[in-house]
């Protein structure tokens, strides 16, 4: 065959593209791209009009220049006169333009969709084919809207050459993809599907792509492309090597062909038809079967063509689950991959094994796998059949080898590629968790895990230990015990520090009688690990040794004298300094009682799904832990609840009740309070930082202007808010919408800033959005986190009523859910006048003459959110001889009536 | 057992995303694109898969995880040509594909080398519209792609 030689046709081109390539330096071709860029230019102003050979050529050079990286703004017009040419290079030159360089100048797409029009009823193939190859390339939503319609009947169409219709269909496929809208098969659809009967192979190819397309979408009304599939299949798998000729590859007949009719059936269920199903079988069988003849050729392409095929069959046979047979052969076929010589036979092998371990008729033969693979773990030299060794792993486990699989995971890990550590810590936490029959087996590998790959546990799967641990008594005391040893380790992971802290602060106390580990002595050896730590861990070692000083009297002196020191009593951060200084106060002036009411033992977690499995979903998206969910089915999972529990809601309010112990800014919540029946006044003051707060609310809106004020003569540097909403900590519905503008980033010593924030009430919540500062002052980062002060009731309109209409709506609230009461004693004086002020500061209207009882008050409103309105009533009855309150609220949604109780009964 | 999640192909993501030939030096020798990317990002994409690509050795797998995706590549002389699919996608079919491919190039340049691609690389383009189109295997017959070529050769 006649060979191409270099750049014929454009001998300008190729000098051109000879001059880039021998250019020194990138400014030499900037230059000579320039030149030549100035050329094209003039040449395309100039009088003289150009011949078509010659607007090819230069609109090839602008292509080429465009190609290397540079932009272009000019020959779009010129590319659009070569679509209208007679000439095929002059027109292929146009439209490769087109594609390559998509404009969206409404001119010219105008321009274009005519040309293409004219060349689509040109009925020469090959200007038919180029037009819609550009339609393909391009895809534009105007194109859809333009030939959308025309292009089923090309492809149908009985005279269309059969490589018109290739084009046809997978043009149509581009279209559907991007505008399905407009692609409207109807009237067409069973004309399309007996495409995959047509003579030539390279119709069917490109056809089947299309159909597998729209079967997806439309499953029932292709659903008789399963039946020609299979007898297309069944042609094509008995035919001889080469039977089929030009289609055959290396021996192997038609393997690309094969692959995507194998993919189409996998739209569907297995076939109901008994012979459609019976012939199917036999086509997998024979595929199966052909893997085990000699080959017909030593080439890899030989091998791979017919394994392409193979892979493809073993994923419908796992697809349809459930042909035993076939799927036990298929293991045995994967496993006798897993010692081929070629990488990726045995990459292959794992993966498609991985599917197969969570059938329930071949998860059985895969574990007879188990040594291969762990030794593939071992010794593959790529990482990412690494990878797949350990994904296989992960999967195949169950009880019978959850032991031996942890264990080779966490040997693993001490040599694992960083890259992959992470995921291979979630996975062990996972299994661990998930198959522990004795809780001392789970311990010790998760504090296993810390030692061996501290930096790779997540807080997930440190948080989740300590839910595990705190919920079950019975492997309490082993806890302590073994955190207690890992702690004697002269270096141990951060990580482990936290994990004994709370374990030693909740149950030292189980260990205490061994003189060994006597509570001085436990408390010494966390306190030898707290000047190593980072602030948090310090906070939450503070935490410890308040409840130490609960669970044992006899470290009090110790520990109080701890807290007392400058270093913690003045550090510079403020959370460490308020833990110190609270702490100090609470174990000097509190009764033991008391004492022992506040630093009581964590209560149980509420039983959820475990929160390293959602982190493990949300890290490889939903497919990549089915496995242990088709154990849950199995097995019943006892700690992972039901598989597919949707959004990780839980695990997050989970992991969130661990680190409120984390962090607590405990005054805050004092000043967070006052603010309930207030909009205005100082929310926050240290001897850094005072924070002033002003605020309006109209209906679900709100806006509130922040006042942060530098205190000292130096600056603050780096200053930064951040606001977080209570939807994003408890869950992903969104209950505030927050708005802010960044602040200036500094606050010079004695000046004030501010900051406005713009509120939107979306539905009632009950979580305050949560403000954190961060800056520098002098060299040390301050990290401050405090509650805003926005509770439901700043969204309150006040309902003026009279007594008739407020009783007939008090007896319209009587669902029992619907009311929320508190009986609480006054902490504050009972004077009416203050009453009615906070009253009216809660927002509601303060109704007189309502209640037969004028010593009441009696107050309604309506919650303004975006989506609903919740209607409030509203009654306080105070006993001034007891010093006691009653508090009634009945609202028309169950949560607010709550929510309001709680706030209010701190009120008064 | 249909459309569960993890076993089944089930999804309208099988497509390939691009197909792009690189030297070693990481020259670009063909970009296709079937997916929209702006031109920043798809000069990131470049670097960001001859990164990858380079690094492997012939021990390797052809198959190499890219973002969300899967490239599937194959190395010959100096060039490396790779694919971009769904991870779910055939990685032995497009194995397979690229080196069809390759062969039509070699009996079309008459032994291809990199500086064919160069200069003609608007013809390059014609190849692979001829074999691969929206993102799909259109024709897989060397025999009926060159015959194709050659007329369309033969035209002026």
Known sequence: MPAVSKGDGMRGLAVFISDIRNCKSKEAEIKRINKELANIRSKFKGDKALDGYSKKKYVCKLLFIFLLGHDIDFGHMEAVNLLSSNKYTEKQIGYLFISVLVNSNSELIRLINNAIKND??????????????????????????????????????????????????????????TSPDLVLMGEWTSRVVHLLNDQHMGVVTAAISLITCLSQKNPDE?????????????????????????????????????????????????????????????????????????????????????????????????????????????????????????????????????????????????????????????????????????????????????????????????????????????KVAILAEKYAVDYSWYVDTILNLIRIAGDYVSEEVWYRVIQIVINRDDVQGYAAKTVFEALQAPACHENMVKVGGYILGEFGNLIAGDPRSSPLVQFNLLHSKFHLCSVPTRALLLSAYIKFINLFPETKATIQEVLRCDSQIRNSDVELQQRAVEYLKLSSIASTDVLA????????????????????????????????????????????????????????????????????????????????????????????????????????????????GNKTSVQFASFTTTVSCPGELQSHILSLNVQTKPVEPLVEGGAQIQQVLNIECLTDFSEAPLLNIKFRYGGALQNLSLKLPVTINKFFQPTEMTSHDFFQRWKQLSQPQQEAQKIFKANHGMDTEVLKAKLLGLGTALLDDVDPNPENYVCAGVIQTKGQQVGCLLRLEPNGQAQMYRLTLRCSKDSVSMRLCELLAQQF | AICRPGGSKCRDLNYIRFILIQNRAGKTRLAKWYMQFDDDEKQKLIEEVHAVVTVRDAKHTNFVEFRNFKIIYRRYAGLYFCICVDVTDNNLAYLEGIHNFVEVLNEYFHNVCELDLVFNFYKVYTVVDEMFLAGEIRETSQTKVLKQLLMLQSLE
């Open chain 1, 597 to 708: 009411t506040v630093l009581e033992e964590m209560p149980p977690f509420p039983e959820r799904e475990s929160s390293i499995l959602a982190k493990l979903k949300k890290k490889k998206g939903p497919g990549a832990v089915s496995v242990p969910e088709l154990d849950d089915k199995r097995e019943g999972g006892e700690l992972n609840g039901g598989g597919d529990r949707g959004p990780d809601t839980a695990a997050m309010s989970a992991s969130n009740a661990v680190s409120r112990y984390v962090l607590v800014a405990s005054s805050c919540l004092f000043m967070y309070i006052g603010f309930v029946c207030k909009n205005n006044g100082v929310l926050f003051e240290n001897q850094l930082l005072q924070i002033g707060i002003k605020s309006e609310y109209r209906q679900n809106l709100g806006r509130m202007y922040l006042f942060y």
């Open chain 1, 120 to 177: 689509l009823s040109s009925r020469n193939p090959t200007f038919m084919c180029l037009a819609l190859h550009c339609i393909a390339n391009v895809g534009s939503r105007e194109m859809a809207e333009a030939f959308a319609s025309e292009i089923p009947r090309i492809l149908v169409a009985g005279d269309t050459m059969d490589s018109v219709k290739q084009s046809a269909a997978l043009c149509l496929l581009r279209l559907y993809k």
């Open chain 1, 222 to 426: 292709f659903k008789t492309c399963v039946s020609l599939a299979v007898s297309r299949l069944s042609r094509i798998v008995s035919s001889a090597s080469t039977d089929l000729q030009d289609y055959t590859y290396y021996f192997v007949p038609a393997p690309w062909l094969s692959c995507k009719l194998l993919r189409l059936l996998q739209c569907y269920p297995p076939p109901e038809d008994g012979a459609v199903k019976g012939r199917l079988v036999e086509c997998l069988e024979t595929i199966l079967n052909k893997a085990q003849e000699p080959p017909k050729s030593k080439k890899v392409q030989h091998s791979n063509a017919k394994n392409a095929i193979l892979f493809e069959a073993i994923s419908l046979i796992i697809h349809y689950d459930s042909e035993p047979n076939l799927l036990v052969r298929a293991c045995n076929q994967l496993g006798q991959f897993l010692q081929h010589r070629e990488t990726n036979l045995r990459y292959l092998a794992l993966e498609s094994m991985c599917t197969l371990a969570s059938s329930e008729f071949s998860h059985e033969a895969v574990k007879t796998h188990i040594e291969t693979v762990i030794n593939a773990l071992k010794t593959e030299r790529d990482v990412s059949v690494r990878q797949r060794a350990a994904d296989l792993l992960y999967a195949m486990c169950d009880r019978s080898n959850a032991k031996q699989i942890v264990a080779e995971m966490l040997s693993y890990l001490e040599t694992a590629d960083y890259s992959i550590r992470e995921e291979m810590v979630l």
